[in-house]
């Protein structure tokens, strides 16, 4: 199947630091990817949609600002955290779908755990 | 606004048993509904996906079924063994470019 990665696996930071979080198909290209957010124990949160080619489209509540998106490429799409704060501690995980409209599987990456100080 | 509920929160079984995981969604709306195992600290592993217009699907001891109009779907679990010991995640595909919105999960263990 499609593969999904994500770097780094795992980042502990100051408060106040940014940190990039990188997600890349590997074998496979992506128009779209998803960012997502998971607290421990509770389900996986969609913070944001990104377009390769074009600005990324965040979902209510979501500060754009502080969650910064880039597609750079058809296989790559970074999220930043700018300006960390312990709440922001959380595991991110990123996904790409595959295949058209309605009839896709979406792939996962196996999550950056983000840890703020 | 799209909510997805998944029935037991957690489920603990001994080997062997044959289980059924539940998921509901409110708006039947859906483009299609995937359901995932995570492992503890780890991504998602995508294990069946259900188009709309399908009702059911099977890949080895899981069968997944899908019913729309209720706004269902449910998880089976053959044989279960101590390697299907993980959370298992429902989402429903919502709209363009399949966003999904996911349950909670079930937590399942399956003891030796």
């Known amino acids: 199947g499609a593969v999904v990665s994500q770097h780094p696996s795992r980042v502990i930071c100051k408060s106040g630091t940014s940190v990039k979080i990188e997600c890349r198909s590997l074998d496979f290209q992506a128009t779209t990817m998803f960012w997502y957010r998971q607290f421990p124990k509770k389900s996986l949160m969609l913070m944001a949609t990104s377009n390769e080619g074009s600005k990324a489209t965040y979902e209510q509540g979501v500060e754009k600002d502080k969650f910064l998106i880039n597609h750079a490429s058809l296989t790559l799409s970074t999220l930043t955290v700018t300006s960390a704060h312990p709440e922001d501690s959380s595991f991110y995980i990123c996904s790409a779908p595959t295949g058209g409209r309605g009839k896709d599987t979406q792939y996962f990456g196996p999550g950056t755990r983000l840890t703020v100080l | 606004k799209q909510e997805v509920t998944q029935i037991p929160a957690a489920l603990s079984v001994p080997e062997g048993e044959n289980l059924v995981l539940n998921c509901s969604f409110t708006?039947?709306?859906?483009?299609?509904l995937q359901w995932f195992r995570q492992d503890p600290g780890k991504g998602l592993t995508s294990l069946l996906l259900?188009?709309?217009?399908?009702r059911e699907q099977t890949s080895g001891r899981l069968n997944a079924s899908l019913d729309k109009s209720s706004g269902r779907s449910t998880l089976y679990i053959a044989a279960s063994q101590p390697g299907d010991s993980a959370t298992y995640l429902c989402?429903?595909?919502?709209?363009?470019?399949?966003?999904?919105?996911f349950g909670a999960g079930t937590i399942l263990r399956v003891k030796s």
């Open positions: 989402a429903v595909g919502r709209g363009y470019g399949n966003k999904l919105v």
């Open positions: 708006d039947s709306a859906i483009y299609n």
């Open positions: 259900i188009q709309s217009s399908q």
